[in-house]
């Protein structure tokens, strides 16, 4: 509305402003999850610009997160073991956990997946979905097509996937 005024400088300066924002996605380009995710999406014909634009957004988001999170994670005076870091969202918060774990390979690491951040349709791409497969330890679908569409579609270890509706008793 005309009489709505977003202040974004908040946002441009965590994300460190423009200049930096095109630094990070200079740098996806040399970082090989990244290359992996454009690969995958070559292999699966989803080759496009409006993915690659997804690809590259999940990615400088989840470094940024990533980044903030391990400054946390730094601080505390737990033991790798003792964490478990939760993304609500199988999006780009997913991702960045599932970065951290690399970094910290005794963390634990889950997430839920509900319906936007898990299907794909002909026109969109679902970026990282592979690479958090393998990383993530656990994966909560609130749906059991969920389950079955992670392993179908990405090739989820099913070990890794535990079904869970939101808010209903089966």
Not at 44 to 59: E, H, L, M, T, W
Not at 108 to 133: C, N, S
Request: net charge positive.
């Amino acid at each position: 509305p005309l009489n709505v005024y977003v202040n974004d400088s908040i946002m441009e300066a965590q994300f460190g402003g423009l200049m930096l924002k095109y630094f990070r996605i200079f740098l996806a380009f040399f970082n090989k999850h990244f290359l992996q995710d454009l690969t995958t999406m070559w292999k699966r014909g989803k080759f496009k610009y409006s993915n690659i634009r997804v690809s590259v957004d999940f990615f400088t988001r989840a470094k940024f997160y990533s980044k903030l999170l391990n400054a946390f994670v730094r601080k505390q005076k737990w033991s790798e073991k003792e964490i478990c870091l939760y993304s609500y969202w199988y999006d780009a918060s997913a991702v960045s956990i599932s970065f951290l774990k690399l970094k910290y390979p005794e963390l634990k690491v889950i997430t839920r997946a509900h319906r936007f951040d898990l299907y794909e349709t002909e026109d969109t791409y679902q970026p990282f979905k592979y690479f958090t497969g393998k990383i993530l330890d656990k994966i909560f679908p609130v749906a059991e097509s969920g389950s079955t569409y992670l392993v179908k579609k990405f090739a989820t270890p099913s070990s890794k996937i535990f079904h869970h509706n939101l808010g209903v008793d089966n």
